[in-house]
């Protein structure tokens, strides 16, 4: 049996990130130049990406929305990684289930650098420099201030913070509901601190950078919820009602960070737990779909290098004489052979690994390997 609903949903995570990124993002100028494409080069924009980073009525934002649907799926599936195993289990099997492959497609994207530099004969940008590498191979670099080399994987720093919290509170509170009354006593103290390190606290101390990504790990607890209704851990009463208190802590925590209480974040993480939860009420309709459980299958790894393939090559094949639309739809096709053959060599092979290396599989879990 697995959580297809939940499964699928990466694949329209996973796009959502894309379409932002090329359609999107590609064309800021800020961003071609941090990686060492000219600024020369200037592409033309078609009428059909206008609306990614301009958004009508609504405010919705590819990018914003289908990271929030990432981090549900995690709160949503962590718990079923961590039954029936120790806490060391879990990290263990946690650590190789991400750093082999952040580490294979930090090469990558490293590589995509060196390939931008060599080309346009421009210098080689300033990410790629001992200081920055040394703090984004251990994903600690938000803690630095720094963002991340490849533009993505800031958003692993945040699940890998997500795994230590909900491993300790989880060790302390053995039931669904004292892992929820002691998550949300947690996220509250933390709301305090994020207010005071929003309202005169140094706000690049490690302090106001570890609570400022709180804002997503809250929201992530929303998914877990979703997890003890299925398992009728808690009832769906209870739950909405720790529900209501995770999403306020959420919105007012995020709101230090953003104009007014349902800024673009807030906005758009709501529409990720709308479709959530309109997909987790009519899960059992989700049947087989060979595409989007393909891309549901790679798209961790597609996830980590589909931005810097694509800032590379689309500059390239656009100066080749290729149009827009022929150079990101070229670029995408690569992504994903890419991510197919990182996920097939190196992804699955690692989280075996670590299943392996951590002791015996444990007996319900393992069903759900395929979406934890």
């Known amino acids: ?47 059909y990406t206008q609306h990614v980073l301009s958004p009508a009525w ?18 949503f599936v962590i718990p079923i990684s961590l039954r029936n195993i120790s806490t060391g289990q879990f990290l263990a099997r946690r650590f190789f289930r991400i750093y082999p492959v952040y580490w294979f497609c930090l090469l990558i994207s ?25 703090r984004n191979i251990p994903l600690i670099h938000s803690a630095s201030g720094l963002p991340s080399l490849d533009f993505v994987s800031w958003s692993l720093a945040v699940e890998l913070k997500f795994y230590v919290i909900f491993a300790l509170v989880s060790v302390a509170g053995k039931s669904a509901h004292q892992v929820m009354r002691l998550s ?16 005169g606290m140094n706000s690049a101390s490690l302090v106001s950078y570890a609570v400022s990504d709180m804002k997503f790990i809250s929201f992530m607890f929303l998914g877990c919820l979703f997890y003890y209704v299925l398992y009728r851990e808690l009832s769906a009463k209870v739950a909405l009602g720790y529900g209501a208190i995770v999403y306020a802590l959420f919105v007012t925590i995020n709101s230090f960070y953003e104009t007014g209480l349902f800024g673009a974040l807030t906005k758009n993480y709501t529409y990720a737990l709308m479709l959530f939860s309109l997909c987790y009420l009519f899960r059992g309709r989700f049947k087989q779909n060979r595409m989007l459980d393909f891309l549901a299958d790679i798209s961790f790894p ?17 100066s080749k004489g290729l149009s827009f639309t022929f150079a990101w739809m070229i670029s995408l096709g690569v992504a994903v052979l890419v991510a197919f053959l990182v996920h097939r060599y190196v992804e699955i092979p690692a989280n075996n690994f670590g299943k392996k290396l951590s002791g015996p599989k444990e007996s319900r879990a393992a069903e759900y390997g395929r979406v934890a």
């Open 1 to 47: 049996m697995k959580v297809r609903f939940a499964h699928q949903l990466r694949a329209i995570a996973a796009l959502s990130v894309v379409i932002n990124h090329f359609w999107g993002i590609f064309f800021s100028p800020g961003v071609r130049g941090l990686i060492g494409t000219p600024a020369s080069f200037v592409p033309v924009r078609p009428a």
């Open 58 to 75: 609504g405010g919705f934002l590819y990018g914003a929305f289908g990271v929030a649907v990432f981090f549900l799926i995690s709160g």
């Open 110 to 134: 490293i590589a995509m650098y060196f390939i931008c530099s060599w080309y346009w004969s421009t210098p080689l940008s300033d990410r790629i420099s001992t200081s920055f590498l040394a």
């Open 184 to 199: 949300i006593g947690f996220m509250a103290l933390c709301c305090v601190v994020a207010f005071f390190s929003t309202h």
């Open 302 to 318: 597609l996830y980590l290098v589909h931005s810097m393939i694509g800032y590379v090559a689309m500059p390239i094949l656009i």
